[in-house]
């Protein structure tokens, strides 16, 4: 069974960093590029980053371009989420979710989420 | 960006009803479209994937249609576990992958 679970999130002053983990099993992680997407409350879904297989490759949005680094570890089947400046606008749910690819680009795995809260 | 507009942002329907949510994209997004389940506290769950092939478990109630830039998700008779927020995705021209702002379907 294909499992994602994220960890990391928590309070953080504006400002300040936070890294998130997504510890992946079930699946070949090394085979897959991954994604982050978050949810502010009560709001809709937001594309954040994407990172090719093996790492070699990533892509942001514009909100969260230089401040925020998606990587992975595929020894430890580990994907990451560094948030550094953090402000309000990027309290949300945050959720690793895995690439499925037919001729599009869609989401057939995501974790549970972990909250991230900016704010002093 | 390709920006996605849901309507209605809520559809109040009682179970056994058909439901019938839209989707337009800013610009023609030939098939490259999915939609999302959401429950209050979980994570998304893909329904539907290149505008009208359900995804795998996926009951037979959904379905999808549409191409360019007007889509519809319809649920044909609605279960009492389908009450939930219901989002489209494009994937035809990114960086950024987008999300539409999503249509709440609500017991009536």
């Known amino acids: 069974e294909v499992q994602l679970v994220e960890s990391g999130g928590g309070l953080v002053q504006p400002g300040g960093s936070l890294r998130l983990s997504c510890a992946a099993s079930?699946?070949?992680?090394?085979?897959?590029?991954m994604h982050w997407v978050r949810q502010p409350p009560g709001k809709g879904l937001v594309w954040v980053a994407r990172?090719?297989?093996?790492?070699?490759?990533?892509n942001y949005a514009d909100s969260v371009k230089g401040r925020i680094t998606i990587s992975r570890d595929n020894a430890k089947n580990t994907l990451y989420l560094q948030m550094n400046s953090l402000r309000a606008a990027d309290t949300a749910v945050y959720y690793c979710?895995?690439?499925?690819?037919?001729?599009?680009?869609?989401?057939?795995?995501w974790g549970q989420g972990t909250l991230v809260t900016v704010s002093s | 960006e390709i920006v996605l507009t849901q309507f209605p942002a809520t559809l109040s329907l009682s179970p056994g009803e058909r439901a019938s949510l839209s989707c337009r994209a800013s610009q023609s997004i030939s098939s490259y479209l999915a939609w999302y389940q959401q429950k209050p506290g979980q994570a998304p769950r893909l329904l539907i994937y290149d505008a009208s092939n359900r995804a795998t478990g996926i009951p037979a109630r959904f379905s999808g249609s549409g191409s360019g830039t007007d889509f519809t998700l319809t649920i044909s008779s609605l279960e009492p576990e389908d009450f939930a927020v219901y989002y489209c995705q494009q994937c035809s021209n990114w960086p950024p992958l987008t999300f539409g702002g999503g249509t709440k379907v609500e017991i009536k």
């Open positions: 979710a895995r690439e499925w690819t037919n001729s599009g680009v869609y989401y057939d795995s």
């Open positions: 079930g699946f070949t992680f090394s085979s897959y590029w």
């Open positions: 990172i090719k297989n093996d790492g070699s490759s990533t």
